[in-house]
């Protein structure tokens, strides 16, 4: 297991985390256990997810059966777009951490930079009777980092982070904070390598963690049925035939491969999987070197602001938002 240093903290981010999207409560609670067991210590997960009170207790219980302490965890949270405003970061943060069943978490990130109205009886996004999302043209990143700085000096949070956010917005925010963005969360693969966002990141001491960082395979199951749903937003990284070949040569896997990639240009990676083989085999990564050739050829693939599968306009009329943060190119509108 490999680790990244927080630069303002010096807390210790395993390199390689667990995904949990998608990951209903009953799979997600036995998934954890046995990612543990085989070593995995940084586990991802978010409010909307619908899944921290299963994550809690399978670390709970592995705790309990003497595995490990819970200061041997990297456990990454979220605060959702429905309470995306300064009045609600405490009201989530404590509803997470009682379901988590932890007194801190490890990183807390901003979910994304634009916020919903929440219907109150749901906690989920008010959608008005046109169908859009009621927006909260509110949302104030400045404010509401404030916020998330106190609970951070609280002890409820060691890491503050972004996710989703643009260059503008982050720079905004560390212009004003006293803790500075130590992670920034964004979608990250071979198709989509966000070089210039990592550029940033560099110069401003962020890590970046690759969501995504297969190309997200489950994602279209996903949205099959959802508003502005293409299936063509949704290639196969897994099967491309470079990827494969490159595979082949080391006898590991395309997952492994597109894995190692990006950690080794100090990328950490979040793979989902709930099947134990694969538990396994997406932590086999740091054991096989890929030539000069080998990295550029897959550098190669990197398809620029059109490898973009997450830009969010499911959530329809979200591109309205003043804090939406990507810029829409022809082709987006026909993506999920
Ligand atoms: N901040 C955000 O807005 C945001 C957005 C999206 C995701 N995320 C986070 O990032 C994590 C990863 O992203 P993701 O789940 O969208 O995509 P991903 O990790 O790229 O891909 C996960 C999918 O790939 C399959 N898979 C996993 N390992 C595999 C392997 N070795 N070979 C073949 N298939 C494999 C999984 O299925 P099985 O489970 O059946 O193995 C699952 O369907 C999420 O789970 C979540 O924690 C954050």
């Avoid at 399978?58 to 490990?68: C, L, S």
């Avoid at 069943?101 to 930079?113: A, F, G, N, R, S």
């Avoid at 990328?267 to 070197?289: A, C, G, M």
């Amino acid at each position: 297991m490999k680790y990244v240093k927080l630069s303002q903290t010096d807390d210790l981010m395993p390199t390689l985390g667990l995904g949990t999207w998608q990951a209903p409560p009953d799979v997600i609670e036995t998934t954890v256990y046995k990612a543990l067991e085989l070593g995995y210590r940084h586990i991802d997960t978010a409010f909307n997810y619908n899944n921290e009170e299963a994550i809690g207790s399978a670390i709970k219980k592995w705790i309990n059966d003497g595995k490990g302490a819970r200061r041997d965890l990297f456990i990454t949270t979220k605060l959702p777009h429905v309470g995306n405003r300064a009045s609600d970061v405490k009201t989530f943060l404590d509803l997470q951490l009682s379901r988590l069943q932890m007194d801190y978490v490890d990183l807390y990130l901003i979910h994304v930079p634009f916020g919903f109205h929440c219907d109150p009886e749901t906690l989920t996004p008010r959608i008005k009777h046109n169908g859009d999302y009621d927006l909260d043209m509110e949302t104030n990143h400045i404010t509401t980092w404030k916020k998330m700085e106190e609970c951070q000096k609280a002890g409820l949070i060691r890491n503050l982070g972004l996710s989703n956010f643009n260059e503008k917005q982050i720079e905004k925010i560390i212009k004003s904070a006293t803790l500075k963005p130590q992670v920034l969360q964004v979608e990250l693969h071979a198709y989509f390598q966000q070089l210039d966002l990592r550029k940033f990141c560099a110069e401003n001491n962020i890590v970046v963690t690759a969501y995504a960082p297969l190309g997200s395979p489950g994602a279209k199951d996903h949205f099959v049925n959802k508003y502005n749903y293409s299936p063509d937003a949704f290639p196969d990284l897994l099967g491309h035939p470079d990827v494969k070949e490159i595979a082949e040569k080391h006898g590991k896997t395309t997952a492994q491969v597109l894995l190692h990639f990006l950690v080794n240009q100090k990328i950490v990676v979040i793979p989902k999987s709930t099947s134990e083989n694969r538990l396994k085999e997406n932590f086999q990564i740091y054991d096989f070197e890929l030539s000069p050739p080998e990295v550029n050829r897959l550098k190669k693939l990197d398809k620029g602001e059109n490898g973009r599968i997450f830009n969010f306009l499911f959530w329809k009329g979200v591109e309205k938002h003043p804090e939406y943060p990507f810029q829409l190119c022809a082709v987006d509108v026909t993506k999920a």
